[in-house]
Structures are given as structure tokens and as C-alpha cells.
């Protein structure tokens, strides 16, 4: 991290207040029989950065962030995007607001192809509702949908697979297509749900550059990863979660050191011997 | 054995308006299940409300085009109560709530309770005087060619089915081809993705549910309307699973499949009903170990062993693409 990034001078503790957050969660808390799968007192992340969210199995990383984009309800809490509250907020409406999320297994539109998957996260459609597409006059926007879905499908080097069934792409290329149609919708905040996991390791490379490339160009992301090496190479903080609780929250280099965060990965007797 | 008969009675029923109005309500339950992923398991129940709505209208002394009005929005109606409660849920609820329901609104229709309106099990007759007021075709008079012919009151009914088959494909063709479409296909994919991409998925699906609805609303006006009479036990569920061999052995998610499957199933249907007619009485040793009644059961077994191969060999349906069938294995 540059020494003039504003979150150089932010202390490394959960909960800590940032210059400038885009989501900001209050006791978040969501409890599954008596299992407390997320329970946050505060949480902020810091807009156009990397932030990760690491943590064992079961740490209650994806129910976060089921419950920060809707598609689950907390018992308690709250949270909002820039100023706008989120609770009671539907799924599709967190997405319209400009905070979109991918899915931990791929849910590419198999039936569909690739340009169609790209096409149908385009907002604003007026052909999108009944008698829109009925009575037509949605021509233009789908021309101009078509080709801004060609520059990011270029981006993400799947033009040549544009006209395929999605669900004939490798697992990797699925990853990306997710990536490149989360993009269609010109969202704020990216939510990416363990992009890596099952990609093979060049591919890898390519993603890692893909995730800086959507901070470079001024979007706030959010990803859960398991890999502490890969983590350490693109974050520009790191959030950890033990049993639904944010158990320290730091730069990268930082969260490597901290005892507390050695401990939930490796067991604390490990640290122990380690130490 | 005369052959020429036997496919002659068989052509005459695939081209005739039974067939027209099966492939109308298939035009709807594909735009259901082939484009929106939904279970719906009543859809006859549809056709029947459709059906009913038209008789009891005119039964009451309204017009027949006010039926005809009330039949198409009692059926989409259908479609909003039971996809409120039901299209937030897993699909499998819409498919227990559908199948349900459909076998409560007949038993209700042939209530005693209801009788007053609906009459009972007896049904209601003759509502549609004045659709065939308007045939300009002489009713008695024969119309085709050689010993294919039909009277000009089921040349009048056919003209009408097949004319609202085209119709309503053209409907479905636009509506499909449009960006509303692709967000219907990208829910029978994945719901959750579709969520994520900003799609209310709740709203399609009930719009999807809907329409097609009223358009197994329209089948069951037409079918009605030809026949000019409705009787609750025309509705039995088999109805719903003939429309889905329909749909699917045209091929389900595809714009003309309904219509290719609908004549297809009505042609293998009565042409083997025909052959077992004529088998009876023209070959001595079939009419001996086949009566009349047996006739009916075995045919079935010919269309159900006919069904099977088809899964077997071609489970896309036939105007269904391979390659998209094949996706769901990987």
C-alpha cells in the first residue's frame, strides 16, 4: 500500500471508522437455530479498494454476504449503501443500486449464450417489461447494450465465445463470464463470492489482474478468498471472520502477523509452537 | 384392412379444432414451463375457467363476446391467485399448489353447491348460438376433397382455431424474441443469478403464469365453444399431462414446438384409434381377443410406448436443439 493511500492511517481493529465507506453495517446479526452464523458489531468498507473477507469454513462469510445483498434477512441490524438504508431492500433492487454479487458455484445462464448472458444484466431496458416488448422501440438500447457487452467480453477475452451456450464454457471461463456480466449492470460495489476457487492456477493470474482492474477503474470490491497468498497479492485490506464475528480487520501484511488471525486458521496450539 | 380410411379418420381429427384449441393451450403451458421453468401441473384447470366463464356469462344473458372476455380474464385471474402466494417459493410448491387446486375448482364446478351457476355435473349447453351465426359457410354443406371432407360448421371452428394458433404463436414469438424473453429463459436457468442481475424474478414469473393462463383460457373457450358445451368432467387432470407430451414431444422452449406437437400427438393418437377400429372389424382373429373397451386401453399403451421411444431418442422434442439438450448433463 502506498503511504498516501487514505487507509494508511486507519488502526488495524474490527469495527474501525474509515475515510471514506461506500457499505457500512451495523450489528448485523443472523442466527441460524442457535448457531449465530453472522453476528458483526460494526463494519465498513472503504470505497475504490480491494477489500477480502477471509475466514475458515463456516466463519459466516457468505451469509454476510447473502444478507448484505438481500438475498438473505438478518434478525437484526443495519446497513447502507452510501446513504441509502438497505433493510427491507428486495435482492434485485441491492443489485439495481449498484451492488452486484456473484455466486460461490457459478451460476452461468447455461441455456443462454454468452451474449445473452451479458445482455440480460443490462438495467433499463425498456423491451425488459411486458408491453415494452411488445410494443417495441427497445431496438437502439439492445444495439448499444450488444456492443458495450463485445468491449467487456473482450476484456474478459470471450468474444470468440460470444455466440456459444454459456453452458458449454470450461469452469474457469464461467468465473470470468460472471465477472464480465456483473459488470453490465455498472455497478458501485462488486461482491465476489470466492472467485477463485476451482479455477486453475494460470487462469488465476488473470482473474487476480481482472479485480485490481475493477478497483483501477473506480469500483469498489469486496471478495472472499481462502488463498492468504493471493490475498496478500491484490487486497488493499483484509477483513477476518471466526464463527460470524469480524475478528480483526486490517492492511494485509499486517493480518499475516496478527496472532489472533494465526489462531483461527491453524488452531491455537499451533500458533503456540509457531510463536 | 382399409388403409385409406384409417388415415383419413386420422387426418380429419389432427386438422380438425380439438387439435387447434390443444395447440393453443400448449402455446400457453410452453410459454409456462419451456420458457419460464414453471411446474404448472393444473393447467387444465385453466381451461376450464376459461370455459366456464364464457358459459355462465351467456348462460346469465350476456353476450357471447362479453363471455368470451370474461372466460380469458378468469383464467389469467386464475394465474394471480395461485402465483401470489406460491412463485415466492421453490417451484416444486407451485407444481403441489397447481395440481391441487385444479382438482378443487372441478369438484367445486360439479357441486351441488354450485349448481345454481355451473348446473351441476349436467354442465351448461348452448352459449354459442351466435359464434355460429356468424359461419358464412352453410352448415350441412361438405367441404375438401374426395372422402376428406368436413361440414361447414367444423370448417367454420377450424378456420377460427388454427387462425388464433397463428395468432397467438406470432404473440409468443415477440414476446420471446424480446429482451422480456430473455429475462423468462434466464429465470428457467437460475433464479438466484437472475436476482442478482437486478430482475424483480417474481414479477415474470407471475406474468409468465399468467398469460399463459388466458391463453389456456382461450383453448378452453374455443373447445367449449365447439362443442357448445361444458361439463366439469371434461377437465380431469390427464388433460394437463397430455399438454405436457405436447410440449414436449414438439419440444419445449421452442416457439413452433406446441403446434408441431400438438398435431403430431393427435395424429398418432387417432390414427392408431382408427386402426384398431377398423383392425376389429376388418380382421376376424383382432376382433376376437379385442373388445370395444379393450381397444381404448391398448391404444394408450401404442402412445405411451410411442412417447417413450421418443424420450429415448430424442428428448429435446422435435424441432428441439440437441446441443442445448445436452447442456444440463454436464
Known amino acids: 500500500m502506498n503511504a498516501d493511500h487514505p487507509l494508511t492511517a486507519v488502526a488495524p481493529e474490527p469495527g474501525v471508522r474509515k475515510p471514506n465507506p461506500v457499505l457500512v453495517a451495523n450489528s448485523l446479526q443472523r442466527s441460524f437455530g442457535g448457531l449465530h452464523a453472522v453476528d458483526i458489531d460494526r463494519l465498513e468498507i472503504q470505497r475504490h479498494t480491494v477489500t477480502s473477507l477471509i475466514g475458515p469454513n463456516g466463519a459466516g462469510k457468505t451469509t454476510l454476504f447473502n444478507l448484505l445483498t438481500g438475498f438473505d434477512k438478518p434478525d437484526a441490524g443495519e446497513w447502507h449503501l452510501n446513504d441509502g438504508t438497505l433493510v427491507g431492500i428486495a435482492a434485485f433492487q441491492v443489485a439495481r443500486r449498484g451492488m452486484v454479487r456473484t455466486f460461490q458455484l457459478t451460476r452461468s445462464l447455461a441455456r443462454l449464450s454468452v451474449m445473452d448472458n451479458m445482455l440480460v444484466a443490462a438495467t433499463d431496458n425498456k423491451g425488459e417489461k411486458l408491453w415494452g416488448s411488445l410494443l417495441g422501440g427497445w431496438q437502439a438500447t439492445e444495439l448499444a447494450n450488444e456492443e458495450r457487452a463485445g468491449d467487456l467480453l473482450e476484456r474478459f477475452d470471450l468474444e470468440h465465445m460470444a455466440d456459444e451456450f454459456a453452458g458449454s464454457l470450461s469452469g474457469g471461463q464461467r468465473k470470468l463470464l460472471e465477472m464480465a456480466r456483473a459488470l453490465m449492470m455498472n455497478p458501485e460495489v462488486v461482491m465476489l463470492d470466492e472467485p477463485m476457487a476451482g479455477v486453475n492456477p494460470a487462469l488465476t493470474q488473470s482473474l487476480l489482474s481482472h479485480i485490481t482492474g475493477l478497483r483501477d477503474s473506480g469500483k469498489t470490491v469486496v471478495f472472499v478468498e481462502h488463498d492468504m497468498d493471493v490475498v496478500q497479492e491484490i487486497s488493499d485490506w483484509v477483513v477476518v471472520m471466526a464463527q460470524g464475528r469480524v475478528i480483526a480487520e486490517g492492511p494485509p501484511d499486517v493480518i499475516g502477523r496478527n496472532p489472533d488471525v494465526i489462531d483461527a486458521y491453524l488452531g491455537s496450539h499451533h500458533g503456540e509452537a509457531a510463536g | ?330
Request: hydrophobic share 55%; proline share 4%; net charge neutral.
Open chain 2, 1 to 330: 384392412m382399409d388403409w385409406a380410411s384409417v388415415l383419413i379418420d386420422g387426418i380429419l381429427a389432427t386438422i380438425g379444432p380439438i387439435t387447434a384449441a390443444y395447440a393453443i393451450s400448449a402455446i400457453g403451458l410452453n410459454l409456462q414451463f419451456g420458457y419460464a421453468g414453471l411446474l404448472n401441473f393444473g393447467h387444465v384447470a385453466f381451461m376450464l375457467v376459461g370455459a366456464y366463464g364464457t358459459a355462465i356469462t351467456v348462460d346469465l344473458g350476456g353476450p357471447l363476446w362479453l363471455g368470451i372476455i370474461v372466460g380469458i380474464l378468469a383464467a389469467a385471474l386464475l394465474g394471480l391467485l395461485l402465483g401470489l402466494p406460491t412463485l415466492r417459493l421453490r417451484a416444486d410448491y407451485l407444481a403441489i399448489t397447481t395440481i391441487a387446486a385444479a382438482e378443487v375448482i372441478r369438484l367445486l364446478v360439479r357441486s351441488s353447491w354450485a349448481q345454481p351457476l355451473t348446473n351441476g355435473v349436467f354442465g351448461i349447453q348452448g352459449f354459442a348460438d351466435s359464434f355460429f351465426s356468424l359461419n358464412p359457410f352453410p352448415t350441412a354443406r361438405l367441404y375438401g376433397i374426395g372422402s376428406l371432407v368436413v361440414t361447414g360448421r367444423k370448417l367454420w371452428v377450424m378456420l377460427v382455431g388454427w387462425a388464433l394458433v397463428a395468432l397467438l404463436t406470432l404473440l409468443i414469438r415477440r414476446l420471446i424474441k424480446s429482451p422480456w424473453g430473455r429475462v423468462l429463459k434466464a429465470i428457467r436457468e437460475d433464479e438466484d443469478a437472475t436476482t442478482s442481475l437486478g430482475k424483480n424474478v417474481f414479477a415474470y414469473k407471475l406474468q409468465a403464469l399468467m398469460i399463459g393462463g388466458a391463453i389456456a383460457g382461450i383453448a378452453g373457450i374455443l373447445l367449449a365453444v365447439e362443442q357448445q358445451n361444458v361439463t366439469p368432467d371434461a377437465y380431469l387432470p390427464k388433460i394437463t399431462f397430455i399438454l405436457y407430451v405436447i410440449v414436449i414431444l414438439g419440444g419445449a422452449g421452442t416457439i413452433l414446438g406446441p403446434i408441431v406437437g400438438a398435431v403430431t400427438f393427435q395424429f398418432l393418437f387417432f390414427t392408431i384409434d382408427a386402426l384398431m377400429v377398423n383392425a376389429q372389424a376388418n380382421i376376424g382373429w383382432v376382433g376376437d381377443i379385442l373388445t370395444p373397451a379393450a381397444a381404448g386401453q391398448v391404444k394408450l399403451v401404442f402412445v405411451g410406448i410411442g412417447m417413450m421411444l421418443l424420450m429415448v431418442f430424442r428428448p429435446q422434442g422435435i424441432l428441439g436443439d440437441k446441443e442445448e439438450a445436452l447442456i444440463d448433463e454436464r
